[in-house]
């Protein structure tokens, strides 16, 4: 089974990709730019929160939640922003981090700083 996914918690997508995919009990995000309300803020913290909050806003639109993510990709531009993205993203899992990629780019969508992809189980019965 496949499905595509939206969720009235996380921006519109900006071009052509679903904000994720279902496959059976897993759920593939696309990579989230840091768009709260609209706009990109300012700073890696501020940008880290946003891509994270339109994650968990189509986690729990879906039947996750950030404890099922299983693995994270995160898309950087300036590894110099490396430990304050660390330690706003460790700020969203109380149980253990999920496997984790950081990688760095040269650039990203809307001149962001980060861009942030998962996977994630279902809770059990969705
Ligand atoms: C923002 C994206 N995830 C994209 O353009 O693929």
């Not at 994650?55 to 879906?62: A, E, K």
């Amino acid at each position: 089974m496949l499905k595509r996914l939206t969720s009235k918690k996380a921006p519109k997508a900006i071009g052509a990709y679903s904000a994720a995919t279902q496959v059976n009990n897993l759920i593939y995000t696309s990579g989230q730019l840091p768009i709260k309300e609209g706009v990109i803020p300012q700073g890696i913290i501020e940008q880290t929160k946003a891509s994270m909050d339109n994650i968990q806003g189509i986690l729990t639109d879906n039947g996750s939640s950030v404890d099922y993510i299983v693995k994270t990709t995160a898309y950087i531009t300036d590894f110099a922003d490396f430990a304050d993205f660390d330690k706003t993203y460790q700020a969203y899992f109380k149980e253990g981090f999920p496997s984790r990629t950081a990688v760095l780019v040269s650039k990203l969508p809307k001149d962001a700083l980060i861009e942030i992809e998962v996977i994630a189980k279902m809770k059990e019965g969705n």
